[in-house]
């Protein structure tokens, strides 16, 4: 099991910015990838940012390219998004995620914390 456990969230106005957290704790051998996703009212649920373990490759939605970094310190056990020139449509509940491939494929979500962008 995996347990994974956001931070962050907050009102901010557009142009602002605000870091996630993602503290993470358990059995994380055979996690690929962590990484962070995002739902906001009346939408489905859409990935954000990846950072796979096995070397560090990142990906990002086409709509937070240049603006969102995800990154990962091994010694606090968590993941961050850094989250710079916020827009109002970048309003949602953010998800942290995590991949396990190995032994067997699981998925493993956070609570999940909510921001606000205000115009």
């Known amino acids: 099991q995996v347990q994974l456990m956001e931070s962050g969230g907050d009102l901010v106005q557009a142009g602002g910015s605000l870091r996630l957290s993602c503290a993470f704790h358990?059995?994380?051998?055979?996690?690929?990838?962590m990484g962070w996703y995002r739902q906001a009212p009346g939408k489905e649920r859409e990935m954000v940012a990846e950072?796979?373990?096995?070397?560090?490759?990142?990906i990002y939605a086409d709509s937070v390219k240049g603006r969102f970094t995800i990154s990962r310190d091994n010694a606090q056990n968590t993941i961050y998004l850094q989250m710079d020139n916020l827009k109002p449509e970048d309003t949602a509940v953010y998800y942290c995620?995590?991949?396990?491939?190995?032994?067997?494929?699981?998925?493993?979500w956070g609570q999940g914390t909510q921001v606000t962008v205000s115009s």
């Open positions: 358990g059995y994380t051998f055979g996690i690929n990838s």
């Open positions: 950072r796979n373990n096995n070397g560090g490759v990142r």
């Open positions: 995620h995590a991949n396990r491939i190995y032994p067997t494929k699981i998925e493993y």
